[in-house]
Structures are given as C-alpha cells and as structure tokens.
C-alpha cells in the first residue's frame, strides 16, 4: 500500500521553464488537494478535486494548472515557473468530505526555480 | 474565510516533562474539524489528533490531548511525557464541514518543538 505517491522529490528549475509535479494515490480516494509550504507561513491550499473531472481553485492558484482524468491521479502543471514558486509542494488526498478519516499527505517535493 | 494562528514559533521542552501548544482560530461556521498534524525532519506530515467541533469532550490520543475550548475558539495541544521523537513542527488545521469543502485544510503557520534530552 503506497498511499501518496509525490514525485520528483526535488526539483531545480529556471524561470519561464514549465513541469509538472506528479501525485498518485491507490486508495480510492475522492479528494485530492496541492498545498505549497513556505517558512513562516504554514500550509496553503492551491487547488482541490472532489472527483474525477472536478476541480476548483484554492488560496493562492495562480501560476499553476490543475486537471483530475482519473481517481488516482492529480498533477499540478507550472506554466511559466517564477522564484516565487520556490516552496516545498504537498499533495495531500482523503476519502470523502468531512475528515473523519483524516488527510494522507504524500512526502513533498521541494522545488527551487533560479 | 477563516484563520488559524499559532503565536508560538519555536517551543521547547525536556524530555519526560509536559509541553501546551497554542491554536486559535477564526470562523462564522459552526460545524466544523480542528487538526493537529506533526512534521518531523522527514517532511512527512502525520495527523496527530482530531477533534469535531459539536463534540464537547475533548480528544486524546495516549500522550496527546487537546484542549478545545469553542466559545473562545482556541485548540490547544498538551504532549505529555514528552520523548525526543515528539520533535517536530506542529501545524493546527481547521476544515469547514460539508462535502464540498472536504479538501480545503486551513493551516496555521506552525510550532517548531524541540524535545531536550
């Protein structure tokens, strides 16, 4: 059982180049979110998936894509990275609405945009 | 919208002795979830207790136990019998209920606890 699957673990970009950050979960799971982590400023939500086919912005979405083609799997695309994008990245999924069943959190990836 | 603020950045605390982290929170909801999650060096985060918002008994999980205290919207965290792998940043969390806000976790900005030996 993987549970959340982040990768790459790291990552070194140049501004204006684009990737995409990959999270796959094998628990069935409906929800899926991307949060960013910056010192000092804990967790914030970028975007979110209910199911697949459905998504929504969260606290601070621009500069990323979003798109949920299957349960498992949620990427989250930079178009055009900047030096504010430097931040460790987690996907985070659970299953159903209401977190009596808590959030399983994939290992980060951290990613530097020079 | 609501806000989470822990006004404690870093905390210590010996080895065997009790430490409280403080949370509070800010909201117009009535039904809603407070989280503590811990993220040692690892990078990995770890829920460690949960409490519902309509329940007034305050949650425990075997050396951790909160102190939720609605009116005043404050969730405090007591580690007791602190051991040298509590060391972690601590992040409170908030969630709205309902099915369309299952995915939107509200973090504060994070406890850094150092357990001394």
């Given at each position: 059982?993987?549970?959340?699957?982040?990768?790459?673990k790291f990552?070194?970009?140049?501004t204006?180049?684009?990737m995409?950050?990959?999270?796959?979960?094998?628990?069935?799971?409906e929800?899926?979110?991307?949060?960013?982590?910056?010192?000092?400023m804990?967790?914030?939500?970028i975007?979110?998936?209910v199911?697949a086919?459905?998504?929504?912005?969260g606290?601070?979405?621009?500069?990323?894509?979003?798109?949920?083609?299957?349960?498992?799997d949620?990427?989250l695309r930079?178009?055009?990275?900047?030096?504010?994008?430097?931040?460790?990245?987690?996907c985070?999924?659970?299953?159903g609405g209401t977190?009596?069943?808590g959030?399983?959190f994939?290992?980060?990836t951290r990613?530097?945009?020079? | 919208a609501q806000?989470?603020?822990?006004?404690?950045p870093?905390m210590s605390?010996?080895?065997?002795?009790t430490?409280?982290?403080?949370?509070?929170?800010?909201?117009?909801?009535s039904?809603?979830?407070?989280?503590w999650?811990?993220?040692?060096p690892?990078?990995?985060?770890?829920?460690?207790?949960?409490q519902?918002?309509?329940?007034q008994?305050?949650?425990?999980?075997?050396r951790?136990?909160?102190n939720?205290?609605k009116?005043?919207?404050s969730f405090?965290l007591?580690?007791?019998?602190?051991?040298?792998?509590?060391?972690a940043?601590?992040?409170c969390?908030f969630?709205?209920?309902g099915e369309?806000s299952g995915?939107?976790l509200?973090?504060?900005?994070?406890?850094?606890?150092?357990?001394?030996?």
């Amino acid at each position: 059982n993987a549970g959340v699957t982040q990768t790459p673990k790291f990552q070194v970009l140049k501004t204006g180049q684009s990737m995409t950050l990959q999270c796959a979960q094998d628990m069935n799971h409906e929800y899926m979110s991307w949060y960013r982590q910056d010192p000092g400023m804990g967790l914030r939500l970028i975007h979110y998936s209910v199911g697949a086919g459905i998504t929504d912005q969260g606290e601070v979405p621009n500069g990323y894509n979003v798109s949920r083609s299957t349960t498992e799997d949620f990427p989250l695309r930079l178009l055009s990275a900047a030096p504010s994008q430097t931040s460790v990245y987690f996907c985070a999924s659970s299953h159903g609405g209401t977190g009596v069943y808590g959030y399983t959190f994939g290992s980060g990836t951290r990613l530097t945009v020079v | 919208a609501q806000t989470v603020t822990q006004s404690q950045p870093e905390m210590s605390v010996q080895e065997a002795e009790t430490v409280t982290l403080s949370c509070t929170y800010d909201t117009s909801e009535s039904n809603y979830y407070l989280f503590w999650y811990k993220q040692p060096p690892s990078r990995q985060m770890i829920l460690v207790i949960r409490q519902e918002a309509y329940k007034q008994q305050n949650a425990t999980e075997n050396r951790f136990s909160v102190n939720f205290q609605k009116a005043a919207k404050s969730f405090s965290l007591k580690i007791s019998d602190s051991q040298l792998g509590d060391t972690a940043m601590y992040f409170c969390a908030f969630m709205k209920q309902g099915e369309t806000s299952g995915s939107r976790l509200t973090f504060g900005e994070g406890t850094q606890l150092t357990v001394n030996p």
